[in-house]
């Protein structure tokens, strides 16, 4: 009697401690489990702490996404494959919303905690550094739409709108629809499975494998062969024609329906730019390209990995062509040289604008070229600019996007063709390029490269350019 009191005792303090430990920051770490250490909750970005996650590298994503179109709601199954980086007692994913059925490691049952966007996960058993490791996910719901919650104004993630879904998720929205490691330093191949309701088509990422039917649903098998930066990760659900091309590279383009003949006019020229830019800088990184017109006007493109996204309405819009360039050169600038902090985005926005004007110089010549840098001056050197513009090297978490790091950005970029010559400056470019494709650059791996490739002094150039208010003449 008094031995079973005591036992009591201690599983009161065993629960009270467990309910306890529940609500603080640091993940559950049963006395039992073997030794390890507790993963970051952030990858080490400067602008966004909790970004990403330490401790482990994810190799694969497979996403088995069952679609409700109607009600907006996911029924999803998503294993991870990844690798230890460090002996790990417990790790975190980002992930918000839904409600989890299932977790697993290993194959295991495994605890969590759940803090905004953290999902912070203690396995059973310890992993050890240097070995691969496995997550299965099981989760449903209605992706949030809670914009508070995102740093930027349309990086929502799975949108649902009147006629279909659209993902777009630069630079946190990926962890709004699957559990991942959402920093551009973590890219990961991927298996997307997408089921959705007859007559809808599923447009994603990479190579479509397959579409099987079954009671009225079609099952659509996407793989993803290139590493890929989470927020470039795109799923796109409406009635959509798709239209292939045999260009520098395979080409898939998919327009809704009813706009797919006016759509292809906007196009007619990607395969020319893909020859274009692979000339200047390198061959296309990818296994193919291709766009995708969602059936909604958006007041933005996205330059998601291999099937960048507009919205209806740049069949409207004059600037089509530079914006349709624009989102081709990310694929080499933003894509395959991914930024390695958000701090770093110039790196890509500065890029793709600049890569767009240099469209024009091939497409338009030397003339039309240099009135639109002239344009793009006149706006960056205006006071009104002047004083709303963000520093192009750093420009804060909250103006990742300002356009100063666009247009400013891309004269940073032409100032130093100026200085270096057509030949010294493509040949600078295109080392960069070589040395940082596929994987992750700062602004000082670029500024290193000139140096070492031009035989050049940059810093003083650099620093007016990417880090004063003032506009160098
Ligand atoms: N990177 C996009 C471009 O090509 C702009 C952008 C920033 C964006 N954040 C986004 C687009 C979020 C869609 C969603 O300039
Ligand atoms: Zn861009």
Redesign the pocket.
Known sequence: MRKFGLVLVLMVVVLVTAAWIGEVTEPAVPASAPVGAVGATGIGDPYFPDLGNGGYDVQHYTLDVDVDIATNTLDASVIINALALEDLASFSLDFAGFTITRLEVNDAPAEYIRENREFIITPNAALSANTPFTILVEYNGVPKKDLSLTR?????GWTRYSKGVYV????D?ASLWYPCNDHPLDKATYTMRIGVDQPYVVAANGTLEGIEESGGKRLYTFAVRDLTAS?LVTVNIAKFTRIDEVGVVPIRNYFPEDKAFEAQFVFTETSDMIAHFGELFGEYPFELYGVVMADTP?S????TQTLS?FGSDIADSEDATI?VA??LA?QWF?NSISPKYWRDIWL??GF?TYLSALWVEERYGAEQFEQLMRSWYRAISSPQFIRRAALVGDPGASN??NAAV?FRGAWTLHALRLNLGDEMFFRVIRTYYDRYKLSNATTDDFIAVVDEVAGIESEDFFQAWLYEKEIPE
């Open positions: 930027s104004p349309f990086s929502g777009a998720s630069e630079p929205g927020y958006l933005f493109a996205l330059e996204l914006v624009h989102e990310h933003g890509n926005e793709a990742l996007f666009y």
